[in-house]
């Protein structure tokens, strides 16, 4: 998150001023970038790239910004659920394997 949403920002900032939103033209310019400068894993440059796409998209007259500490978009290569009291994660040093508590509501 910390790394994510910073990159995110940057990005934002970079598709505005190229007056773009297109998600594989931003891909092909700046998915290494994203890998080096803020050290994304190549998914979760992939998920950042396509977080800003859709932010840009949605008013293009004004640039998106990213808060530091803003929620960031999860899919099956950066978390799954391991039975219902372990979550694995996609960090920028690896993977990780975590406790989890599910509420009573969601375990069903």
């Not at 920002?9 to 594989?24: H, I, P, Q, S």
């Not at 894993?41 to 004004?62: F, G, L, P, T, Y």
């Not at 929620?71 to 290569?77: F, L």
Request: aromatic fraction near 8%; charged fraction near 25%.
């Amino acid at each position: 998150m910390r790394a994510f949403n910073p990159a995110a920002d940057w990005l934002a900032g970079e598709a505005f001023a190229r007056k773009t939103a297109n998600r594989m033209a931003l891909q092909k310019l700046f998915h290494q970038t994203l890998r080096d400068r803020y050290g994304l894993s190549a998914q979760m440059a992939v998920r950042c790239i396509a977080q800003v796409s859709e932010a840009c998209k949605r008013n293009k007259s004004r640039r998106p910004h990213f808060r530091p500490l803003a929620a960031i978009p999860y899919d099956q290569r950066m978390m799954s659920f391991k039975g219902t009291d372990r979550v694995s994660r996609l960090t920028r040093s690896g993977r990780i394997r975590a406790p989890f508590v599910m509420g009573r509501c969601q375990a069903g």
